[in-house]
């Protein structure tokens, strides 16, 4: 079409203009979720780079650097503008925008200040599985359990009553204070705690030792503070964080659990940001998106550590 000079183009149609408001809403609104997922540390600043890298048009590759440091714990404004003069960065470049050179340089600040977790070498056939609340550790645990009966999962002793569903010695020992105290002081479990200020957890020790001695491999689905103790007692064990897709998703599962009360649920978050904050702690994470993978990328870490 022939365009003359001084006559305006006609608007886009309406529904143009429609679709790409919401285009525009829907990625204020990913990048939104993305920054909460940096301040929640369910996802790394060394993930959002490559996430950036391999796609620029992505939530990751359209953030802004300024947005993206923010987000990060610890940094408010002034410290967000010392770090972009430091690294020769634009308040305007995005994450995807960025030269090879400056992407360099702000990779470097982040393994220098916030290292991703390495793996150990040395590690035994002892696998320690823990997460924030609601992240479905019970689940691939019991995934796992389905397909791979070869895999001892130990069952945790518990002070809390059981769900709808749960069997005594199958899903949990449901035992009294009483008994718990007993188990305690007879030296019978290899780790212990108090979750969310309520009930206690416990490992039974027995099991888990002769299973080792037979060569097998044990699978823990425990809790941070367990976890940390497992790795005081048994510091060749190997711990796998399991995070959730998102903090949006994790809330989402919290709440269509159904099994917390209101309050409850508020004071499990407050844990949870707090939980996934240690995920620096562990050997290897995975994200739990799908139970399936989730399980199977746990079952492959469990058979390499006994190569």
């Not at 780079?49 to 990751?60: I, K, T």
């Not at 967000?80 to 690294?87: C, G």
Request: hydrophobic share 40%; charged share 30%; glycine share 8%.
């Amino acid at each position: 079409m022939t365009e003359h000079p001084g006559v305006p183009r006609p608007a886009p149609p309406e529904v143009d203009r429609a679709a790409a408001s919401r285009r525009a809403v829907e990625a204020r609104r990913a990048r939104a979720s993305l920054k909460r997922d940096l301040s929640t540390r369910v996802v790394t600043p060394q993930e959002i780079l490559r996430r950036a890298d391999a796609d620029p048009h992505s939530p990751a590759g359209t953030l802004r650097v300024p947005e993206f440091l923010t987000a990060l714990p610890a940094i408010g404004e002034g410290k967000r503008d010392r770090i972009l003069t430091e690294l020769a960065i634009s308040p305007v470049k995005r994450i995807g925008g960025l030269g090879g050179r400056q992407r360099q340089a702000l990779a470097a600040w982040l393994d220098d200040r916030m290292p991703e977790p390495e793996a150990r070498p040395g590690r035994s056939r002892l696998i320690v599985l823990a997460g924030p609340t609601a992240v479905g550790k019970g689940t691939v645990a019991a995934h796992i359990k389905e397909h791979h009966p070869e895999l001892l999962l130990s069952v945790s002793a518990t002070t809390r009553p059981p769900r709808p569903g749960e069997v005594d010695g199958e899903h949990y020992f449901f035992v009294d204070d009483a008994e718990f105290d007993r188990l305690v002081a007879d030296g019978e479990l290899l780790e212990h705690a108090t979750v969310h200020n309520r009930h206690r957890y416990g490992t039974p020790r027995a099991p888990i030792e002769r299973a080792l001695a037979d060569g097998k491999a044990v699978l823990l689905e425990i809790d941070l503070q367990g976890a940390r103790q497992v790795r005081a007692a048994a510091p060749s064990a190997t711990l796998v964080f399991l995070l959730p897709p998102s903090w949006d998703e994790l809330t989402s599962r919290l709440v269509g659990r159904g099994t917390e009360d209101a309050e409850e649920r508020a004071r499990r978050l407050r844990t949870a940001k707090v939980e996934l904050a240690a995920q620096g702690e562990f050997d290897f994470r995975v994200v739990n998106d799908s139970v399936a993978d989730a399980a199977r990328q746990v079952v492959d870490l469990i058979q390499a550590s006994g190569r």
